[in-house]
């Protein structure tokens, strides 16, 4: 048998007594520091939405269910039997988190379908995939979003973080009003963030062209838009047993901060991952407000408001000015509107060239066109 060297010795000779540290305020102090630290800790996550109903036959989409809070929204819509719509712009995280969401929930019914916010053709193509399969639309979940990420157009000609956050879901949500409102009683949940109380929308250079762009402006214009919006279209669908709330997740340690160094430089990521993992909540946390917007009874007549932390708060004032609501309604029209009936066109070469090969293919396009101009012009008299 080996035996213990001297310094081994000494270690065992001058350990503490453990009756004596029993005996003492350690444990206590311990006890006491722990406690206090979890009851922070759970303080920060948020309160959870505990009840909440089943929903067998109904039909959910919600957008951005790649990662973070949206795939946890999935997640929770699933397991309560919904068919679930993850609508999602990368095909292959898509199809990996609706495989995660039916093995998890062992609900076949979840699907994946690809929708880019930052492409009217891609959510033109979206709605009509949807419409062709389903024949109801009981919640819509307008969860995806992007901050702060470097300056850039899309392929539609607006900012990325405007269009993203808050045009592409606008554009997303009238065109499946229709469907929403057959399917009434349904719910529109819209997403924006506490920066939207620092935002301002300036109507006349939405995509900072006359003035320097700044990531973080450009953040809060677009969830401010979103707050205003949806006040907007509560008021235009007060009628209609649809309701649409808009909801802020709080601060939640997902891939939303990707652009930010704080996650992009690796040794400070590795640094403060401890401190953000205490102090940030979790994306199942950030995904209590829609569930609980989506599926509570209490919140089943609800429309026009905005919650954080499952309960009302109060907003940006600029997003209750029913001006700037209807300036920013019009002028979303008006550039949906363009985009869509580009959509309809092709470019120009494109319909130059089918001009002179085909009549026939021009007068079709002429019809579409037209078609796509009297259902927005019908959208802006029917508000
Ligand atoms: N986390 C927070 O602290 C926080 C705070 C306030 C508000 N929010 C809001 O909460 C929502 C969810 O964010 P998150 O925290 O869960 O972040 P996340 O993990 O980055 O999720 C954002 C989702 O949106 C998708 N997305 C981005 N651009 C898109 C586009 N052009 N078309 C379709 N989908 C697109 C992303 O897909 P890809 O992976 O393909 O990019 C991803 O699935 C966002 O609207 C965000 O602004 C978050």
Known sequence: MAHRSKAMDDFFANMPNPDAIFQSWWPWIFAF???SLYGVRQWLRGPKCTGGNKLHNKVVIVTGASSGIGKEIALNFANRGGKIIMACRDETQGKLAAEDVRKETENMDVYFSKLDLNSFKSIKDFVERFKKKEKRLDILVNNAGVMMCPEGKTEDGFDIQFQTNYLGPFYLTELLLDILKESAPSRIINTTAAAHNLGDIDLEDINFENRDYNAGESYSQSKLAVVAHTFHLAERLKDSKVTCNVISPGICNTNIYRYLPLKQKKFIRISFA????????????GAQLSVYCGTTSEMA???GKHFKDCKEEKVNEKANDKLLQEQLYQASLKWTKSAAAAIEGG?????NSSDKKDEDNEKKVTRRKEKVVQSVMERVSLS
């Not at 401890?274 to 946390?285: I, S």
């Not at 470019?347 to 319909?351: K, L």
Request: net charge negative; glycine share 8%.
């Open 274 to 285: 401890p401190f953000m993992w205490f102090l940030m909540k979790t994306a199942e946390d």
């Open 301 to 303: 007549e609800v429309t």
């Open 347 to 351: 470019d120009d070469s494109q319909t």
């Open 33 to 35: 520091g722990s406690g």
